[in-house]
């Protein structure tokens, strides 16, 4: 039982590139979550789904885009990457309580 | 938007010393949960506590919905326990608080 699991586990990229990470559970959850983490700072939302093919966004949605084609994966996609897209990135799935992954740490130069 | 306080914001303690940690919400919530996130980022799961208390070995949680607030109790806190504390409450989503900075000394 792997929980939550992220890839990739670091990243850098440069100015205008697109990357996409990849979170998967193997908890059977309903509900999957994409946060960021900016230095001394708590988490933020940026986009969630409540079942397979559905999403929604958080408190920080733009630049980010998400897919939920199978109910294990989430996909978080950065279309064209800005300096202000550096941070770490958490996903968590939950039925009730959250469950995270142990995160990817993005670097835009 | 829900409103999460947590208090103190940083807190230093020698080792084996307890300590409670304290997050207020503003509005009711249908669950809480206590996080502790270890030097390297890792976001360990410590309760879910809607209400009531709950112990796991020299860590307890308290929450009272009905006043709007918890607690976490450290007890004996040892090195390994620093780190950030986060209090997050669920409205549909999670609402974090910005945390408790904890460093624990030997």
């Known amino acids: 039982n792997a929980g939550v699991t992220q890839t990739p586990k670091f990243r850098v990229l440069k100015t205008g590139q697109s990357m996409t990470l990849l979170c998967a559970q193997d908890m059977n959850h309903e509900y999957m979550y994409w946060y960021r983490q900016d230095p001394g700072m708590g988490l933020r939302l940026i986009h969630y789904s409540v079942g397979e093919g559905t999403t929604a966004k958080g408190e920080v949605p733009d630049g980010y885009n998400v897919s939920r084609l199978k109910k294990q994966n989430f996909l978080l996609g950065l279309e064209s990457a800005a300096p202000s897209q550096t941070s770490v990135y958490f996903c968590a799935s939950s039925y009730r309580e959250q469950y995270f992954g142990p995160g990817t740490r993005l670097t835009v130069t | 938007g829900i409103q999460v306080e947590q208090s103190p914001p940083d807190l230093i303690l020698q080792e084996g010393a307890n300590s409670t940690l304290r997050c207020n919400f503003s509005d009711s919530v249908n669950n809480l949960q206590w996080f502790h996130q270890n030097p390297w980022g890792q976001l360990i799961n410590l309760f879910y506590?809607?209400?009531g208390t709950k112990q796991n070995g020299r860590l307890s949680a308290t929450t009272v919905a009905t006043e709007r607030y918890s607690l976490l109790y450290i007890s004996s806190s040892q090195t390994t326990d620093s780190g950030v504390y986060f209090c997050a409450v669920v409205e549909g989503k999670l609402q974090f608080g910005a945390g408790t900075q904890v460093v624990v000394t030997p």
């Open positions: 506590i809607p209400s």
